[in-house]
């Protein structure tokens, strides 16, 4: 393999450095210990520490809306009345047999949906 390599290395191909092997045969400096190249090694039962783990950014977490039991039918009711292609509905209020809620809308407004035991209707 070595030799193999040093020809390529003869007629000006390029090789990158990644593996010990070929660092060494192209001169690059290779890592001097197993850890320099790949790490501290694992412990069995060790926790990760907070460097090995990734942490997902606040970007990318979706935000949590308040939701009640008619969230479905409000979304859909938004849904069927053109409001947007996928709406989000948000509880803005809760009482005994209702919820309303609030539901944006693709043109910018925003419409108010009650719904009474199951029974939703946009409120004008």
């Not at 090995?52 to 409000?74: C, E, F, I, L, W």
Request: positive net charge; hydrophobic residues 40%; proline residues 9%.
């Amino acid at each position: 393999m070595r030799k193999a390599i040093e020809q390529l290395l003869s007629r000006g191909i390029v090789i990158i450095c990644s593996f010990t092997s070929i660092a060494l045969v192209a001169g690059c400096a290779a890592p001097s210990t197993p850890e320099a190249e790949y790490g501290p090694p694992a412990v069995a039962g060790a926790a990760p520490t907070q460097a090995q783990t990734q942490a997902v950014p606040a970007a990318y977490m979706p935000a949590s809306r308040p939701t009640g039991q008619d969230t479905y039918n409000a979304e859909k009711l938004a849904k069927n009345r053109a409001c947007a292609a996928q709406p989000l509905a948000s509880l803005s209020a809760k009482g005994p047999g209702f919820e309303t809620y609030s539901v944006p809308c693709s043109n910018g407004h925003s419409i108010a949906i009650r719904c009474e035991f199951g029974n939703c209707r946009v409120l004008q």
